[in-house]
């Protein structure tokens, strides 16, 4: 809750509290309450009142005629009146829950906070939009209208100067922010309201800040959000990394994504939905997961042009394509999974909890990281024997590790600001699950990427249950 929103809980609590003080103590304390309540409810009509805040107005509200009658009513030289103390306890106690339901409702859907990067480097971020004339856009009729994809990038940036306003979350503007809010609170069939309070988040980045001195060349991370998931919806991973060095590229994939909004102020609205069927929602997912493999393999062009200096860009020079990992959540991890196969310029991949839609070969041939949650008997039975085997059949080393308490959502940014509910976004916590996704990638980036030296498996292990798959490893201890 904001400074404002906890003096206006402050002064709905004292006025129900002021009937049951002593006579001396009534007067200043519920004069005091009712100009906080009062102050602070003006000021949050003028700012934009959160739906968190509507109860503890409400309780405050309605104890504030009983708080003030006795006063004046003495001012007034009349006789003041209260009511007996078994009457006023039943509205002290309904007012006191309403004002309780504030706090409440604040914890359950926050406005998210972001946790501090651990890494060296500030972290800056921008975003570009790229059109692939090659390659026409499948979503729609139009011959000419060609597939264009809008990228995020975080980056290791110079310190900002003290007071420099941080990236908004989910959007450049705060109206983008909103639509996108939106968008993904309309795909999982909630009211907007009910977030209303992440975009107005801000995040540890810093739009367009300069990039880090020292002229050295940062590793390339990819990164393709779920079905109806958006490029910032794991801001928290990606300002980790970037702090540590890495450079990380998200994308939207316009009309997959939630809501995709374009540099000519078009918003591209998902046409892409599930049916709830596995089996019929399969053959779409596996076109899905194509185009999204395609839109990657893309963006590491343009990536390779930026350095090159082909495309301009702040960037130039500075990003090491030689050096490449590609990750995505669900869908994008899918999605990942396909682009290294079609494309060797990928050394690493992360997936996510994602299913592997899509062919199983040709065999990977890149280190690969999946992450997933546990087995429970709402998970699709195909699920964990269908990875399996994408690793199994990897001829470089695969790991994957199964995080005790996480959920599906887990994995991205949403146990910053969704309720805490173990079957939504698992049982980690709001700092711990940022912290368990970003510590396991990293470790693993760094091992396939910069090759440092150390026991991968045993940095993996100590998060979860961890298994090794692949050729590579065929006959070692520990190998599946």
């Given at each position: 809750m904001s400074p404002l929103e906890f003096v206006a809980v402050l002064g709905a609590v004292a006025l129900v509290v002021a009937r049951w003080l002593p006579a001396a103590a009534r007067p200043p304390v519920t004069i005091a309450a009712g100009a906080a309540l009062a102050l602070s409810a003006a000021v949050l009509g003028g700012v934009g009142v959160r739906w968190q805040m509507l109860p503890v107005l409400a309780g405050g509200g309605v104890a504030l005629p009983f708080a003030l009658s006795p006063l004046l009513r003495r001012r007034a030289g009349r006789p003041a009146r209260r009511a007996r103390w078994w009457r006023a306890l039943p509205g002290s106690v309904a007012c006191a829950g309403l004002i309780a339901a504030g706090p409440v409702a604040a914890w359950g859907f926050p406005v998210p906070v972001f946790p501090e990067p651990s890494g060296r480097f500030a972290v800056g971020t921008r975003v570009v939009q790229w059109t692939d004339a090659r390659r026409p856009e499948s979503f729609t009729a139009d011959p000419d209208d060609r597939r264009t994809v809008v990228v995020q990038l975080w980056y290791p940036a110079q310190k900002s100067a003290a007071g420099a306003q941080r990236a908004q979350y989910l959007g450049r503007t705060e109206q983008e922010a909103r639509t996108v809010s939106d968008a993904l609170a309309r795909g999982v069939g909630l009211p907007g309201f009910l977030v209303d309070g992440v975009p107005r988040a801000r995040t540890r980045s810093v739009f367009d800040a300069p990039v880090a001195g020292g002229g050295g060349r940062f590793p390339v991370v990819l990164f393709s959000p779920g079905s109806g998931g958006?490029?910032?919806?794991?801001?928290?991973?990606?300002?980790?990394?970037?702090?540590?060095?890495?450079?990380?590229?998200?994308?939207?994939?316009?009309?997959?994504?939630?809501?995709?909004?374009?540099?000519?102020?078009?918003?591209?609205?998902?046409?892409?939905?599930?049916?709830?069927?596995?089996?019929?929602?399969?053959?779409?997912?596996?076109?899905?997961?194509?185009?999204?493999?395609?839109?990657?393999?893309?963006?590491?062009?343009?990536?390779?042009?930026?350095?090159?200096?082909?495309?301009?860009?702040?960037?130039?020079?500075?990003?090491?394509?030689?050096?490449?990992?590609v990750t995505g959540h669900s869908m994008g991890g899918a999605a990942a999974l396909q682009a290294a196969r079609q494309d060797h310029r990928f050394d690493a991949v992360i997936d996510l909890d994602g299913y592997p839609h899509g062919p199983a070969s040709p065999s990977l041939h890149q280190p690969t990281l999946a992450l997933t949650q546990a087995v429970t008997p709402g998970t699709d039975p195909r699920y964990l024997p269908r990875l399996t085997e994408v690793l199994e059949l990897n001829t470089a080393t695969s790991y994957r590790l199964t995080v005790p308490g996480a959920a599906h959502l887990t994995f991205v940014d949403g146990p910053l600001y969704l309720p805490p509910v173990p079957s939504l976004v698992g049982s980690l916590g709001r700092a711990e699950s940022p912290r368990v996704v970003a510590a396991t990638t990293l470790a693993f980036l760094d091992s396939t990427l910069r090759h440092r030296p150390g026991d991968l498996a045993g940095v993996l292990s100590a998060y979860g249950d961890l298994g090794v798959y692949g050729r590579a490893c065929a006959g070692r201890p520990g190998c599946g």
């Open positions: 958006v490029r910032t919806q794991n801001t928290a991973w990606a300002e980790e990394l970037a702090s540590h060095g890495y450079v990380v590229a998200a994308l939207d994939h316009p009309y997959d994504s939630a809501a995709v909004v374009l540099d000519d102020g078009r918003t591209v609205h998902a046409e892409t939905a599930s049916t709830g069927d596995r089996d019929e929602d399969e053959e779409p997912a596996v076109g899905w997961t194509a185009v999204r493999a395609a839109d990657l393999r893309f963006v590491l062009t343009r990536l390779d042009d930026l350095d090159r200096g082909e495309v301009t860009g702040p960037l130039t020079g500075r990003l090491d394509t030689g050096r490449v990992a």
